[in-house]
Every structure is written in C-alpha cells, then in structure tokens.
C-alpha cells in the first residue's frame, strides 16, 4: 500500500538491537516485495521467526483444469459446491478451484469453522466477502471484514480466518489468487504512490490493522502449524511448517506492506451523459489481470441511452463475473442468480438480452452488484467447476442450441 504506518513497539532506528519495554530482545524481519528493491515491512519478533521444527507436504486436493474447448462462454452456480454434510469446513483447506491459468487461479469455500495458520507464499490473494463476517488475525494484527470486503493479503503473511457464524451464518468467500502483486490502479496513483484527487478509492475507505496482535501465554511457545501454498515444478503446491512457536509475537512494525480491506459501498462510481466502460469500476491490479467492483449508482441521463452494457468482444481477455447481491438486469433470464460465475473468453461477443438492450432507456438506477475479474490469458475451467456448472447458459442469447446431451466436452488437451 501507498501510505505509512507504524504500530506497536519499534526501537527509533531500523536495523538496531531492539529489546521490548519488559526486556525481551527482538528480531527483526523484513518482508518485501521483489527482493529489498520495493514495498516493504519491517517486524520486531520476540521468538526467532525462522524456527522450524518439521514441515510435511500438505495435499492441494483436485487442483485440475481443463482448456475451455470449444470456446464457449460458461455459467457456475457456486452455492452447489457446498453442501451440508456435516463437515465443518474452513476458509483455508476447503476453498474450491473454479477457474484459472498461469497467473491467477479463482477458488470458491464456504467456512463455519476457524482456519489453521495459512500462508500464500505464491502471490498476493484478494478475497471477497460474499457474506458473514470474521475476523482476520494476521502477523500485522486483526481487521474485522463484513460482507462486501475486498480483502488484500500480501505473499507470505502469516494469518488465519475466524468466521463470526453464531451472529451472521456462514463466511462465504471468493478467492483471487494471483501469482504476483495485487494493488490499486496506477491510474489512480500519484508518482509518490498516494490515492490521486478524484481517485473513485482514498486512503481513508481502506481499513488496515490498528494494534499487534499477540497469542495467549499458553501458546507462545507451543509447536504451531502453518500451512503453506508455494511454487513447485509442477505449479503451486502445499506444506505444513511446523515451529517452535506460535507466529503472533510481533510486538510492533512499520512499514507499507500490510493486509487492509475495502468494502464496494465506499466505492465512488463515475457517471455520466451515455454509459462508462468497465475500466472506469476498476480497484485493483494483478500481474496478469484487474478487478473491478459493480455498484448500484445513477444511471446515464442522455433521454436515449443505452444502459446496460453494450455488446462487446474482449479481444485481450477474459472476463469473469460474480454476482453475489442485487439485481442482474442485463442477464434477466440466462439463469444468472446470488452466487453465480459467469466466463465470457475472449473471442466471443457478448452482452446483455435482446429485451433488456431495448427496454434499458427507460431505466434511472442499477442495482447490480458485483465482481469482477478479467485475464489477459485465457481461463481453463477446474474440474471441480463442472459440479455446479448450468449447460444451458452458452444458448440463452439466442434461446435454442445443442441438447445436453450432443454438446462437445471440453477437450483436456
């Protein structure tokens, strides 16, 4: 992130031998972005951070995908993939891989259950509060998310998901792992890295760690677990570090490296006479891919104005849609619901219903909300996806098409 902060105990001078108020010596980490060369962070530990004590291969589950063959767009309900059978799931070993390629990989998990200690030692994740809510203990400290969070996480934090299911039901999650850095827009960015005026995004809509977050007594010095997403020959793979202490020791750091939320309410839509492109929803950035945030707002005021999205091909991308609240104008009718992924890849033109293209001028407000993420390379479709896939969705512009069970499979190649 952009902006400064410093929390907790930190001695006047970095790189100094450091000890506590109580007397305890610290060590200091640093945690960086490429190399020493960028963003970073500096902790002060009261246990050495890189005491292991064993570490074990953690099995991923089925992280396998299929090339999106024939080129078809696609429609996955992703409320099916959880079902009530009685296992409580978490927000870490049970996410769901929906869709991905070499840059990003979208996974999908209901949680009712505390995650272990988690790690993501590939790229930056961005998460989505679908619903729920909880509390997200990291290394930097905790940040409450509700519904609606963009929540950022930087490589290689240390932080575990504590779902609040007793006060709003289960967390639902919809996870963005990229293989680099997630951030906000250049475009909205001065050179020194601060939120521009008339940015749609300002510091002050990001909420960040206010205090360190300590483990109990009993377990500072108890062997903990962290699992470990990392890169292997094969692509990301797991472990389990085990240490000889519980990670939470950090009594202070100060950096601009650090997890922070953004709930789409804060978002600041831009508006005009005729309709704005997509670009203009943007919030972040990946290395490979942009998200953006569809809110409700005022809609263009030109008497004949097109308002709902105009038929386009994304000749770079593709494009994935979350819809997880309001209104679906554009699709009334293709089966498009809360909790619905839609992939529109590139090479195929896509856009609303004939009836909504024509009824939209009469229309003053958009109540659609949702999320999405668009790739600059193309998106094959985990196998796991096909559980919750609604084959009729390729044919709903145009109201016939293949039956179920004529339509080509996906080809594996």
């Known amino acids: ?110 949680a009712h259950a505390v ?30 998310v509700r519904q609606g969070d963009n929540v950022v996480i930087s490589r290689t934090t240390i932080h575990r998901w504590v779902p609040h299911t007793d006060r709003e039901g289960p967390l639902r ?28 995004v300002t510091e002050r809509d990001l909420r960040t760690p206010v205090d360190v977050l300590l483990a109990p007594p009993e377990l500072a010095d108890a062997d903990t677990e962290v699992y470990v997403k990392h890169s292997g020959r094969d692509g990301v793979t797991g472990s389990v570090f085990v240490y000889d202490h519980h990670p939470f020791d950090v009594v202070g750091w100060d950096g601009q490296l650090y997890p922070y939320a953004f709930n789409y309410r804060d978002f600041a839509p831009v508006t005009g006479l005729l309709i704005q492109p997509p670009p203009t929803y943007q919030v972040f950035e990946g290395e490979g891919f942009v998200v953006c945030n569809f809110v409700p707002r005022i809609l263009e005021y030109h008497p004949q104005a097109i308002k709902v999205p105009y038929y386009h091909s994304n000749v770079d991308s593709d494009e994935v849609m979350f819809y997880f609240a309001g209104e679906t104008a554009a699709r009334e009718g293709s089966g498009i619901r809360d909790g619905s992924v839609s992939l529109h890849p590139a090479g195929y033109t896509h856009g609303p219903g004939r009836q909504a293209y024509l009824e939209s001028p009469k229309h003053t407000e958009s109540k659609e909300t949702a999320f999405m993420v668009d790739t600059f390379r193309p998106l094959e479709v985990a196998s796991a996806a096909a559980r919750c896939e609604d084959p009729a969705y390729p044919w709903t512009w145009s109201g016939r098409g293949p039956t179920a069970s004529s339509r080509p499979a996906v080809d594996a190649r």
């Open 115 to 144: 995650s272990p200690l988690y790690s993501n030692a590939v790229g930056d994740e961005l998460v989505f509060v679908e619903s729920g809510s909880a509390t997200l203990e990291t290394i930097f400290g905790a940040i409450e």
């Open 173 to 200: 999650l919809y996870c963005v792992e990229g293989r680099g850095h997630i951030r906000p827009p250049s475009k909205y960015l001065s050179r020194y890295g601060q939120f521009l005026e008339g940015s749609p």
């Open 1 to 110: 992130m952009p902006h400064y902060l410093a929390i907790g105990q930190i001695p006047p001078k970095k790189h100094t031998a450091f000890s506590t108020a109580d007397g305890l010596p610290c060590f200091e980490e640093f945690i960086g972005e490429e190399g020493f060369s960028s963003t970073g962070s500096l902790m002060y530990h009261t246990r050495v951070p890189a005491a292991l004590t064993d570490s074990r291969e953690w099995d991923l589950g089925d992280t396998s995908m299929k090339a999106n063959r024939p080129l078809l767009p696609h429609h996955f309900r992703l409320h099916e993939l959880f079902a009530d059978d009685g296992v409580a799931k978490d927000a870490v070993r049970h996410r769901v891989p929906v869709l991905g390629n070499a840059d990003v990989t979208i996974r999908y998990v209901v």
